[in-house]
């Protein structure tokens, strides 16, 4: 298979986000993600929600390609409203939160202070998890059947899946990091760590090419307020009893909801959710009491899901991670 060109694949989703359209009930065209650029350019909207079945009108080869390759089209699209925002932005956000404020100042400070000649180190530019104020969820389209939570196999990691479940327990909402800032002792540099996973390792030492150069060992100091939070909260569903074959017991999913979908389930639910089938790596406490992890599954490591969408007979997004186990 030949290599997939990203660039324009990035190219396609920004013509979808610009001239997909439908009609309204007046004949008018209604350009539906123009007016959520609007929106999310004026923090009036946080989540993004794209329908697989809108862009299957448009180009279904690409329903294909995020349905098989899912984390990297979430990059993708969100890498596509970033560009774009800047021209749908037609007024000054009045209300900035703290994370606005510190921005602008670094951003201010940086112009002021470094020589735009100069190449930066990539731990010390701004990643983009960083600046996004917005979240990108896929909505599976209707063509895509829910599977059964034992059907979810190794051969969906990395796709689009649909699993049905009945929600047994819902934790209180959580902060979860992003984006860990540092501050450096010794030169004062800040260096950023973007985070994928639950849990992660903290720099100690400054990556900055001043300290380098001068071996000056200076010890990185982890700065809360410079950092980047979201809302995280921790659900479990089970199978349905009519999924379960005669002689065997339910097996259950961990779901992690990140984001604006938090308290969008209540134990009791019956719900549907889509998300992204990954490999989750145990840290800690249940990385040393695993026994005999299965044949299928690497050491200390369990398969999840990230969910981009979840509705309990009625529709509500959600962006999870499950994590499957037998009760």
Known sequence: MAPRDYQSEKEKCIKFLQEFYTDNEFGKKHFKYVDQLVQVAHREQVALYIDLDDIAEE??????????????????FADAVQDLLPQHKEKEVVNKDALDVYIEHRLMMEQRTRDPNEVHDAHNQYPAELLRRFEIYFKHPSTMKPKVVRDVKADSIGKLVTVRGIVTRVTEVKPMMVVATYTCD????????????????????????????????????????????????????????????????????????????????QPGDHVSITGIFLPLMKAGFRQVVQVRPPASVAPSSSLTIRSNFIHPRREIGLPTVIKTQDT
């Open 186 to 265: 010794q030169c004062g540099a800040e260096t950023y760590q973007p985070i994928q996973s639950p849990t992660f390792m903290p720099l100690i030492m400054c990556p900055s090419r001043e300290c380098q150069t001068n071996k000056s060992g200076g010890r990185l100091y982890l700065q809360s307020r410079g950092s980047k939070f979201i809302k995280f909260q921790e659900i479990k569903i089970q199978e349905h009893s009519d999924q379960v074959p005669v002689g065997n017991i339910p097996r259950s999913l961990t779901v992690y909801t990140r984001g604006e979908n938090t308290r969008q389930a």
């Open 59 to 76: 180009d279904p080869e690409l329903v294909d390609s995020i349905c098989e390759n899912t984390p990297r089209y979430v990059s993708l």
